[in-house]
């Protein structure tokens, strides 16, 4: 199973959440950035490591920017391509969970 998406999208959050403060001093930018970032690099070892649950965090770090970017999806470019991501991450992950189980 690949981790590469969970890397990415970790990085992704993070460079994001800390460009989002620099630019407009946002806290909660920053914590959520930086926090669902953590979340996708945690999955991401797990998975490589082939340990239980990587997969559920990364879809779980998935569904929660996703949840988080659908209300500012009107107000430009950076919610709609969150959203974007959170889904094709979500997406692929949903799939990886949903086939390891049956």
Do not use: H, Q
Request: charge should be positive; hydrophobic fraction near 45%.
């Amino acid at each position: 199973m690949s981790a590469f998406p969970a890397y990415t999208m970790g990085a992704l959050c993070i460079i994001g959440g800390i460009t989002g403060y620099a630019k407009t001093r946002s806290v909660p930018s920053l914590v959520a950035g930086v926090g669902v970032g953590l979340l996708y690099l945690w999955s991401a070892d797990v998975i490589r490591k082939g340990a239980p649950n990587g997969l559920e965090g990364a879809l779980g770090a998935s569904a929660l920017l996703l949840l988080s970017s659908l209300p500012r999806i009107t107000k430009g470019p950076v919610p709609v391509v969150l959203a974007a991501t959170s889904s094709a991450a979500g997406v692929y992950y949903g799939t990886k969970v949903y086939n390891l189980r049956n």
